[in-house]
């Protein structure tokens, strides 16, 4: 037994001895699953019978590029198709970016309270990890990441709207951001919620006329209800992007997924639909909070940061009792929930439990 565990330890790269492996896997199914931001509502129609129709082709392989999705998302964001790659869910494309760009002893800096998958992207290729402090209100402070850039640094993750706090950094700051960030550098912005915040989707795009170095990401996992299928996309620099492909899986995007997303963003209207409900939800969910007195972090998301404080282990035990499924974090050594906000019936019974506890 000791000896096959130092026998594996010993063909793994040292790097990675010290991850955590990622394990997101509940044994039970939840009957309220809130706990990873995706869409409950689930697909459209018109998006399941386009991923039947792909399921027929299923004996060939995908256009490896997916040049029918390239060019669709190339059209809604007013992007040209060699802007654009597409990859394995979002956690593909940083994959990518970690092997093409990071070496041991670079630096990676992201925000001290993200995405996990950012932090690991550094950690498998052996390079270290800068964490920003957040600033007040919560909120991640684009002039104190310009300012932590090191000679060292190679990568930096902007996660806007950031998960799991909510916020959404303004668009001047982080014009501001890009500019005092030497070209060198490669910017990650990462937008996997920028749907849900009302702004208009296609304006942060046009900073890439003038930022080379910046790589801007969405998913299909979250407002598109795509997670299980895997599409992310990424738009830079062609140039740039060309290093990625260097590295890129050649069919990392399945057919039957590619079908789906591009059929997904036909469905306009009704995902302007699911964001308003989102909004309205999300909206009687603090409304809940505030009565009971718990302290949250206002969202532009789909989930919100809740503080339970001494409370936590009351409010956890009422949420399994309902077999509501929410994820557990901590920030800054406090143990927080992040609740993402569902359909109206599972909202309730999430204001249910926190009355039991609150109320
Ligand atoms: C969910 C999420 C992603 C995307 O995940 P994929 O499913 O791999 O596309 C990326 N970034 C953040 C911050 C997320 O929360």
Known sequence: MQETEELFRSMARPAIWGIEPYDASTIEEPKIRLSANENNEGLPPSVLAAMRRALAGGNRYPDSRNTALREKLAACFSLRPEQIMTSNGLDGLFTMLGRAFLAPGDEVICGECTFGVYADTALIAGASVKKIPLGEGYGQIPADFAAA???????????????????????????????????????????????????????????????????????????????????????????????????????????????????????????????????????????????????????????????????????????????????????????????????????????????????
């Open 149 to 359: 850039v090191g000679p060292a640094t190679k990568m930096l993750f902007f996660c806007n709207p950031n998960n799991p706090t909510g916020t959404l950094a303004d668009a001047a700051s982080l014009r501001k951001m890009l500019e005092d960030i030497p070209p060198r550098v490669a910017v990650i912005l990462d937008e996997a919620y920028f749907d849900f915040t009302g702004e208009d989707g296609s304006e942060s795009f046009k900073l890439l006329e003038e930022f080379p170095n910046l790589i801007i990401c969405r998913t299909f996992s979250k407002l598109f209800a795509l997670a299980g299928l895997r599409v992310g996309w990424a738009a830079a620099h062609p140039g740039l992007l060309d290093y990625l492909y260097r590295v890129r899986e050649p069919y990392c995007v399945t057919s039957v997924a590619e079908a789906g997303a591009i059929a997904a963003l036909d469905e306009k209207e009704h995902l302007g639909k699911t964001c308003a409900a989102v909004a309205a939800e999300r909206g009687k969910l603090c409304a809940a909070l505030r009565r009971c007195g718990v302290g949250y972090i206002p969202s532009r998301t789909n989930f919100v940061l809740i503080f339970p404080r001494e409370r936590y282990d009351g409010l956890a035990a009422a949420f399994a009792q309902k077999g509501i499924a929410v994820r557990g974090l901590s920030l800054r050594k406090e143990r927080v929930m992040r609740i993402s906000v569902g359909l109206p019936e599972e909202n309730q019974q999430v204001e249910m439990a926190l009355g039991e506890i609150f109320g």
